[in-house]
């Protein structure tokens, strides 16, 4: 079975962001925020999604990436 790769810190990288001012911009707790980037959340919500995808000017590809193990 494969996994899913959280790619937020790279793309968070790129816009040159902290998670402080991601977090700030789409109204959710930085640790929230710091859970789904390391990936201990189980889900996420498509309005957290179209949100941080908003703030970060990206499609949801490229916050996530499908792998086989």
Known sequence: ????????DRVMADRKMT???LAE????T???L??????KMKGIRF??????CSALNCQPADL???TED
Do not use: H, Q
Not at 1 to 8: A, K
Not at 25 to 28: D, K, L, P, S, Y
């Open 25 to 28: 911009r789409i109204g959710m």
């Open 19 to 21: 998670l402080n001012e």
């Open 64 to 66: 996530f990436e499908y």
């Open 47 to 52: 309005e957290t999604m179209s949100a941080i």
């Open 1 to 8: 079975m494969g996994r899913i790769i959280i790619r937020l």
């Open 30 to 32: 930085n640790v929230n």
């Open 34 to 39: 710091s859970n789904l980037k390391t990936g």
